[in-house]
T-cell receptor
Framework: NAGVTQTPKFQVLKTGQSMTLQCAQD?????MYWYRQDPGMGLRLIYY???????DKGEVPNGYNVSRLNKREFSLRLESAAPSQTSVYFC???????????FGSGTQLSVL | RKEVEQDPGPFNVPEGATVAFNCTYS??????FFWYRQDCRKEPKLLMS???SGNEDGRFTAQLNRASQYISLLIRDSKLSDSATYLC??????????FGIGTKLQVIP
């Protein structure tokens, strides 16, 4: 079972560049999430999608956009990367309106 | 003040010891509670849910005190493989899941 798959695992960007983080899950989960993890801050929710066709802002949405392409895939886009977006990004999914989260392996992003 | 407060540690304990982690939360509307485990440079993984009645899974025991808004995790007979960061998590619903910063445990031979 693949579970939640994230790509890429590592990325280095220059300030102002754009990129998309990809996430796919094969567990038939309805809800999907994007988190960022920073030292001393814990995991913070960027965006979530309760079901296919819906997306909502989380705690720290500024500078990000998301697309729920279908039930399996939920992508995170940085339109103009900033050094403050240097972080580890995790995608997660959960069964319908269930707080038990299953995480992908993470993307280490550095913005110079 | 953070919604979920944890001592970041590290807690250094010898193999075989019993260790307890505590966590306090400020959101009285929280309905569900969890402990996740995160190994270095890996993703968090659900360790166990936490119930008011207390629950046990092998060497792990979790307790919830709603009146004091306090959650605990007890690990008995610590193994080297228990070395990780333990994240306390509260939820007011699937769209409001709050993570603590985690408590780092290092089990020493």
């Amino acid at each position: 079972n693949a579970g939640v798959t994230q790509t890429p695992k590592f990325q280095v960007l220059k300030t102002g560049q754009s990129m998309t983080l990809q996430c796919a899950q094969d567990m038939n989960h309805n809800s999907m999430y994007w988190y960022r993890q920073d030292p001393g801050m814990g995991l913070r929710l960027i965006y979530y999608s309760a079901s296919e066709g819906t997306t909502d802002k989380g705690e720290v949405p500024n500078g990000y956009n998301v697309s729920r392409l279908n039930k399996r895939e939920f992508s995170l886009r940085l339109e103009s990367a900033a050094p403050s977006q240097t972080s580890v990004y995790f995608c997660a999914s959960s069964p319908t309106r269930n707080e038990k989260l299953f995480f992908g392996s993470g993307t280490q992003l550095s913005v110079l | 003040r953070k919604e979920v407060e944890q001592d970041p540690g590290p807690f250094n304990v010898p193999e075989g010891a019993t260790v307890a982690f505590n966590c306090t939360y400020s959101n009285s509307a929280s309905q569900s509670f969890f402990w996740y485990r995160q190994d270095c440079r890996k993703e968090p993984k659900l360790l166990m849910s936490v119930y008011s009645s207390g629950n046990e899974d092998g060497r792990f025991t979790a307790q919830l005190n709603r009146a004091s808004q306090y959650i605990s995790l007890l690990i008995r007979d610590s193994k080297l493989s228990d070395s990780a960061t333990y994240l306390c998590v509260t939820s007011e619903g699937y769209q409001k899941v709050t993570f603590g910063i985690g408590t780092k445990l290092q089990v020493i031979p």
